[in-house]
């Protein structure tokens, strides 16, 4: 399968990175792990917990996108 790379569309950098399936499953499963470790502290827990389920519900429906690490600009891909 071919790499998909462009450069960033507002600034022309190449410090571009892909988020798409896997990059929302790993925040997921990271966000679950740390509610777990944080158990003490019942707010941050909570937080952790949902945003972690939040990300791997949504994880399926994500697509491809790019995120310009210099100018912080996210765009799709091809547009």
């Not at 792990?33 to 429906?61: N, R």
């Amino acid at each position: 399968m071919k790499e998909i790379w462009e450069p960033c569309p507002r600034c022309g950098s190449g410090a571009v990175e892909k988020h798409g399936t896997g990059y929302f499953l790993l925040l997921g499963f990271v966000s679950l792990c740390f509610s777990c470790t944080c158990i003490a502290i019942p707010p941050i827990a909570a937080i952790c917990f949902v945003i972690g389920v939040f990300a791997i519900l949504l994880s399926p429906f994500a697509h491809k996108k790019f995120h310009c690490k210099t100018c912080q600009y996210s765009w799709k891909y091809g547009k």
